[in-house]
């Protein structure tokens, strides 16, 4: 196995918060609401009209969870008037109500930590929304990632600050980065080391022990990011692929992998 360097991000990293309006009346809910902030590609489905949701059973406030779009780690529950929903989706920011001070309160106005909002999606009833956002900063008032614990990223939201932390390291000096050697080589150089990085995981596969295969697998997912990074991709392309095919098995019956 070829270690990295210290530059190199196998290991994670990577950077990290109305006045009231009168309530609509209650109607059925529908797909998420797009706001062209950039970053991930939303979910798919319908606009939402915001009229649709039901802000009178909670009083004129509904609860919003709020989700890193990239890591899908929920960052905060925070609570909307129907002023600022309308406030969130005019600036593509995130702005909630203050229950505690009693009015409207835009993420990251005195911290500078903002939440750019990438879609908002209702619940089966539209009396609560998901909002998924690109967080600048940290999303906690106690300078953390999430207000639900310390955690980073937890599970396969690894892989997307993983990525997150190649691109930050492709402007850094080749010199000092392993990943941003590997970048200024090209890709060429980045499929040499999937490949080589793909033989030492099978073979630890084949005669390792548990240990050994955690950890080329880690270095070949690690040199797979960078390969696609190389070309201009994201891992959203091959999860896409992955989708087109469960749901081509599920239409068919058939497989969802590679035959």
């Given at each position: 196995?070829?270690a990295p360097d210290q ?7 990577g950077p990290r918060?109305?006045?009231g309006g ?6 059925p809910g529908s797909?998420p ?5 950039g970053g ?12 649709v949701l ?6 004129g406030?509904?609860?919003v969870?709020?989700?890193d779009a990239?890591t899908l780690?929920?960052?905060?529950l925070a ?7 309308d406030e ?11 229950r505690?001070?009693?009015?409207r309160?835009?993420?990251?106005e005195t911290?500078?930590?903002r939440?750019?909002?990438v ?8 009396d609560?929304?998901l909002?998924?956002v ?9 300078n953390r990632v999430s207000c639900f614990g310390?955690?980073?990223a937890?599970g396969?939201g ?5 990525e997150a932390?190649i ?22 150089r ?9 033989v030492?995981t099978a073979l630890?596969?084949a ?6 295969l ?8 690690y040199?797979?990011l960078v ?7 994201v891992?959203?392309?091959v999860l ?5 095919r469960?749901e081509a ?10 035959e």
């Amino acid at each position: 196995m070829s270690a990295p360097d210290q530059s190199s991000p196998t290991g994670g990293g990577g950077p990290r918060s109305g006045g009231g309006g009168s309530p609509p009346a209650p109607a059925p809910g529908s797909g998420p609401l797009h706001h062209p902030s950039g970053g991930p590609p939303p979910p798919q489905g319908e606009d939402l009209d915001p009229d649709v949701l039901d802000f009178a059973k909670g009083g004129g406030l509904i609860p919003v969870v709020v989700q890193d779009a990239a890591t899908l780690q929920v960052l905060i529950l925070a609570w909307m008037d129907r002023a600022a929903l309308d406030e969130t989706i005019a600036s593509g920011e995130a702005t909630f109500f203050s229950r505690s001070r009693g009015g409207r309160w835009r993420k990251g106005e005195t911290s500078g930590d903002r939440l750019h909002v990438v879609s908002l999606t209702p619940d089966c009833d539209a009396d609560s929304l998901l909002m998924t956002v690109r967080p600048v900063g940290n999303a906690c008032h106690l300078n953390r990632v999430s207000c639900f614990g310390d955690a980073d990223a937890p599970g396969l939201g690894r892989l997307a600050r993983l990525e997150a932390t190649i691109a930050e390291r492709a402007s850094a000096d080749p010199a000092g980065s392993w990943t941003a050697r590997l970048l200024a080589d090209g890709p060429k150089r980045a499929a040499q080391k999937v490949g080589e990085e793909g033989v030492e995981t099978a073979l630890a596969g084949a005669a390792g022990d548990e240990r050994e295969l955690a950890s080329e697998a880690a270095d070949l997912i690690y040199h797979l990011l960078v390969l696609l990074r190389a070309r201009h991709m994201v891992f959203q392309d091959v999860l896409d692929v992955l989708a087109h095919r469960a749901e081509a098995a599920r239409q068919t019956g058939g497989p969802a992998g590679p035959e």
